[in-house]
């Protein structure tokens, strides 16, 4: 008799725990073009064998926020269940003109342009729902961003835990040294979310920071 | 010859103003007073040079501002924005310090915050040691 009361309730406050643990939400934030929906889409396809979103040479072809729910990665013999979140890419400016230059026609360029802001507005109203935030820069770029510096000032006000990736390693402008001295303060991750290449380092540092997360 | 090219130069940078404001002219308003005054200044086409910086929240929000505009005024494509503040590499004393005149002067005074409409600014190009402000044609 002692025994079942003493089971029921360890049963009781396990089921408990385990019932309340939500999926630990992981944004993918950054610049246009630097490649979030691409490491996301690894991801998801590496442990659930399904995309998230389409990529494309054409600067904000991520134009409104794409979930993917119960990813479970598994990085040595650990697991973790993320919900994983691609936000469209922020910027200070959006020309319809630039989408031309990609072959676009006047009409579709205009309408992309309109979701293009209204995809930063959502992103932006993103930032208070996240757990964790990786911000995916692209390596061959100046980081030097002011973009950049308000997205971390951002989380770092929220208390979010951040990593910065730095990806296209694979192409030879990158430059994974400027993005370290230019946020010495973060721990930067070089990648190729294309190629596949470092991303070993990136789950084991994702897996640490999700530690973090309260 | 040469003073032909100089004046033609001259006509060339005739369409924009630069506006200095200094920190104590937003130190008192709250964010939604100090993001409209900002905006205010760069839909008028001038490149404001503010003394000080917004805090993060208070820039996304500029962003987020700026994108809603962009649909509703004719022309306007956006801004270029860039804060030039120090690399907190200033030591221990160094922050004491800064951390001081910060509390007495109630904000970042030691930052500056270059904010322009995209129509004339192209780009602001950063790197630590320097800043390039450049213009459209």
């Given at each position: 008799m002692a025994i079942k009361v003493f089971k029921n309730f360890f049963k009781r406050i396990f089921t408990g725990l385990f019932k309340g643990k939500k999926d630990i939400k992981l944004g993918f934030y950054g610049p246009?073009?630097?490649g979030k929906t691409s490491l996301a889409n690894r991801i998801c396809k590496d442990?659930?064998?399904?995309?998230?979103g389409s990529v494309s040479?054409?600067?904000?072809?991520?134009?409104s926020v794409q979930f993917k729910e119960k990813v479970e990665i598994e990085y040595k013999g650990k697991k973790m269940t993320f919900k994983m979140i691609d936000t469209p890419g922020i910027a200070t400016k959006i020309d319809y003109?630039?989408?031309?230059?990609?072959?676009?026609?006047k009409k579709e360029a205009r309408i992309r342009a309109k979701e293009a802001t209204q995809g930063v507005i959502e992103s932006i109203k993103w930032l208070?729902?996240?757990?964790v935030v990786v911000i995916v820069l692209?390596?061959?770029?100046?980081?030097?961003?002011q973009v950049n510096i308000t997205i971390i000032g951002n989380l770092v006000a929220r208390k979010i835990p951040v990593l910065i990736v730095a990806n296209k390693?694979?192409?030879?402008?990158?430059?994974v040294k400027k993005i370290e001295s230019a946020f010495p303060e973060y721990e930067v991750v070089g990648i190729s979310a294309r190629k596949g290449e470092n991303l070993e380092e990136f789950y084991e540092s994702v897996f640490k920071l999700a530690k973090k997360v309260k | 010859m040469k003073k032909k090219r100089e004046n033609r130069k001259l006509k060339k940078i005739k369409g924009f103003t630069m506006q200095f404001l200094p920190y104590s002219e937003i130190k008192n308003l709250d964010s939604d007073e100090r993001i409209k005054k900002i905006l205010k200044i760069v839909l008028g086409n001038s490149i404001l040079i503010l003394q000080g910086k917004l805090k993060p929240e208070e820039e996304s929000r500029l962003i987020g501002d700026t994108m809603a505009m962009i649909e509703h005024v004719p022309n306007f494509k956006g801004i270029e924005l860039a804060v030039i503040a120090?690399?907190?590499?200033?030591?221990f004393f160094g922050k004491i310090k800064h951390n001081i005149v910060n509390t007495l002067s109630g904000g970042e005074i030691g930052a500056i915050t270059i904010i322009g409409p995209a129509t004339i600014v192209k780009e602001i190009k950063r790197d630590p040691k320097k800043i390039e402000l450049m213009l459209n044609k």
């Open positions: 246009p073009n630097a442990f659930t064998g399904e995309e998230i040479k054409i600067p904000h072809e991520t134009r003109e630039d989408f031309l230059k990609y072959k676009v026609g208070d729902d996240m757990n692209d390596s061959t770029q100046n980081p030097y961003n390693i694979d192409l030879k402008k990158s430059d | 120090g690399n907190g590499n200033e030591g």
